[in-house]
C-alpha cells in the first residue's frame, strides 16, 4: 500500500488537509498510521511530493517551481504565480525530500516513493514545457532530470541499500512540446543505476489528465455514457503500451497504476510479463475489499466508477466547451472518490448514490474552508 501525498514542505500544500512533515510536529499520529498499514506483515510505503507549481493561490500565492512559467488554469482553479528556484531552494527542497524520507522509516513506513510524476515539482523538472531554466538543473535531459536523480541517489544513501525506495514517474506528459515517452525511456535507463526497488508508470498533469482516464484520445464528448476506443477496451490500463516497451529496458520491477479493471486484464498483464505489479486506486474507494475479492477469484471486476459515474452537462453549464467539461469531470470523480475516503475514514460505508454534481459541490466547500474541521471531526 501507498499513503497518497507526503509532503516536504508545509508552506506548498497540493491541496486543504494534506499531510506535510516540515518539522511541525505529528509524529505519533505519523506512527500510528504507519502500524495501522503495517498490520499483519503489510507493507506500507510513504509517497513523497513537492506540488510546485500545481499549488493553489489560497495556500501560496507565489509557489517554487523550475521556472516562472504559470500553470494553464483547468476547470477554472487559481493556481498560484510560480517563482523560479534559486539553487540554495533546489538544494534545499532535495534535502527535504531525503529527511522526510528517513522519518518515516523512523515512524515505521516499510518503505517510500519519490513522486515524479502527474506534473509535480520533479515532473516539472523534466519537462521542457515547465523548465526553460539555462543552468544545470534545465536545457538538456541529463540537466532536467538531475533533480530527480539528485533525491533518489542522496535518499538511498541515507537509508541504506536494505529499505525500499521507488520512483513514480511519467511515461510523458502527453503535451505538444512536453516530457516525451523517448526521454521517459532515458531517464529509466538512469533510474536502472540507481537500485531502486520499484518503477511505478503513469502519466499526464493538471493540463493534461490522462492518469484520470480522459484524453480526447479516449473518450468522446456529451453528456451521456462513453465508450472508450476499441483499443483501450482490449488493452485496459492506461499505461499498458508503454509498459510493454519500457519492460525489456528495466532492471527494476514495473508498476502499472491507471484503468485496470479486470480480473482477466490483470492476470494477462502479469502472465505476459508486461508488468510485475499491478496498481489500484479509485476503486478501493467504491468498495474497500476489492482486492481481497479480486485475489479470491469471487470478483472478476473491480469497481468501474469512471465509465459508470457522468456528470450532467447540461446542469453544469450547457455552454462550456469540451476540454472544460472533461477537466471539470476528471476533478468531479476525484472529488467522489475523496469523499467516500472521508466517509470510509469515519467508519461509514461508500455512498454510491452520491451524483458527480453533489460530490463537486460538497467537495468545493471542503476545499475552501473545511477539509480540517472535517478531518478533526473524523479522527
Known amino acids: 500500500m501507498l499513503t497518497g501525498n507526503v509532503l516536504v514542505d508545509r508552506a506548498h500544500l497540493e491541496r486543504p488537509g494534506n499531510i506535510a512533515i516540515d518539522d511541525n510536529g505529528g509524529l505519533e499520529e505519523l506512527r500510528a498510521l504507519a502500524q495501522v498499514g503495517t498490520r499483519e506483515g503489510g507493507q506500507f510505503w510513504m509517497q513523497i511530493n513537492h506540488p510546485g507549481r500545481q499549488t493553489p493561490a489560497a495556500l501560496n500565492?507565489?509557489?517554487?517551481?523550475?521556472?516562472?512559467?504559470?500553470?494553464?488554469?483547468?476547470?477554472?482553479?487559481?493556481?498560484?504565480?510560480?517563482?523560479?528556484?534559486?539553487?540554495?531552494?533546489?538544494?534545499?527542497?532535495?534535502?527535504?525530500?531525503?529527511?522526510?524520507?528517513?522519518?518515516?522509516?523512523?515512524?515505521?513506513?516499510?518503505?517510500?516513493?519519490?513522486?515524479?510524476?502527474?506534473?509535480?515539482?520533479?515532473?516539472?523538472?523534466?519537462?521542457?514545457?515547465s523548465n526553460n531554466r539555462r543552468d544545470a538543473w534545465g536545457g538538456s535531459l541529463e540537466n532536467?532530470?538531475?533533480?530527480?536523480?539528485?533525491?533518489?541517489?542522496?535518499?538511498?544513501?541515507?537509508?541504506?541499500?536494505?529499505?525500499?525506495?521507488?520512483?513514480?514517474?511519467?511515461?510523458?506528459?502527453?503535451q505538444k512540446g512536453g516530457f516525451t515517452t523517448e526521454e521517459s525511456m532515458q531517464v529509466v535507463r538512469w533510474l536502472n543505476k540507481e537500485r531502486l526497488d520499484l518503477l511505478e508508470v503513469s502519466g499526464g498533469n493538471y493540463e493534461a489528465l490522462e492518469m484520470m482516464g480522459r484524453s480526447e484520445t479516449q473518450l468522446n464528448v456529451g453528456s451521456t455514457p462513453r465508450r472508450k476506443a476499441e483499443?483501450?477496451?482490449?488493452?485496459?490500463?492506461?499505461?499498458?503500451?508503454?509498459?510493454?516497451?519500457?519492460?525489456?529496458?528495466?532492471?527494476?520491477?514495473?508498476?502499472?497504476?491507471?484503468?485496470?479493471?479486470?480480473?482477466?486484464?490483470?492476470?494477462?498483464?502479469?502472465?505476459?510479463?508486461?508488468?510485475?505489479?499491478?496498481?489500484?486506486?479509485?476503486?478501493?474507494?467504491?468498495?474497500?475489499?476489492?482486492?481481497?475479492?479480486?485475489?479470491?477469484?469471487?470478483?472478476?471486476?473491480?469497481?468501474?466508477?469512471?465509465?459508470?459515474?457522468?456528470?450532467?452537462?447540461?446542469?453544469?453549464?450547457?455552454?462550456?466547451?469540451?476540454?472544460?467539461?472533461?477537466?471539470?469531470?476528471?476533478?468531479?470523480q476525484v472529488a467522489w472518490c475523496e469523499l467516500q475516503i472521508v466517509r470510509l475514514g469515519d467508519g461509514l460505508e461508500p455512498d454510491l448514490t452520491l451524483k458527480l454534481h453533489e460530490a463537486l459541490a460538497q467537495h468545493q466547500v471542503y476545499e475552501t474552508a473545511g477539509w480540517d474541521n472535517l478531518c478533526r471531526k473524523h479522527t
Not at 80 to 108: K, L, N, S
Not at 239 to 259: H, K, N, S, W
Not at 318 to 326: K, L, Q, T, V
Request: proline share 7%; hydrophobic share 40%; charged share 25%.
Open 61 to 129: 500565492p507565489k509557489p517554487l517551481a523550475p521556472s516562472a512559467i504559470p500553470l494553464a488554469n483547468p476547470a477554472g482553479i487559481p493556481w498560484g504565480e510560480p517563482q523560479e528556484m534559486t539553487e540554495t531552494q533546489i538544494e534545499d527542497v532535495i534535502e527535504r525530500f531525503v529527511r522526510v524520507a528517513t522519518i518515516a522509516r523512523e515512524c515505521g513506513f516499510t518503505g517510500v516513493q519519490i513522486h515524479a510524476a502527474h506534473g509535480y515539482l520533479i515532473s516539472q523538472f523534466l519537462s521542457p514545457l
Open 144 to 174: 532536467r532530470a538531475r533533480f530527480l536523480l539528485e533525491c533518489v541517489r542522496r535518499t538511498r544513501k541515507a537509508l541504506g541499500n536494505d529499505f525500499p525506495i521507488s520512483v513514480k514517474l511519467n511515461s510523458a506528459d502527453f
Open 231 to 332: 483499443s483501450t477496451l482490449q488493452r485496459e490500463a492506461y499505461f499498458l503500451t508503454y509498459a510493454a516497451e519500457v519492460r525489456p529496458r528495466v532492471t527494476m520491477p514495473l508498476m502499472i497504476t491507471g484503468g485496470f479493471r479486470r480480473r482477466s486484464a490483470m492476470l494477462d498483464a502479469l502472465q505476459a510479463g508486461e508488468v510485475d505489479v499491478i496498481g489500484l486506486g479509485r476503486p478501493l474507494c467504491a468498495d474497500p475489499d476489492s482486492c481481497n475479492g479480486l485475489l479470491s477469484g469471487e470478483k472478476r471486476i473491480a469497481p468501474d466508477m469512471e465509465n459508470n459515474y457522468f456528470l450532467d452537462r447540461a446542469a453544469l453549464d450547457p455552454g462550456i466547451d469540451d476540454a472544460a467539461f472533461r477537466k471539470v469531470e476528471s476533478f468531479a
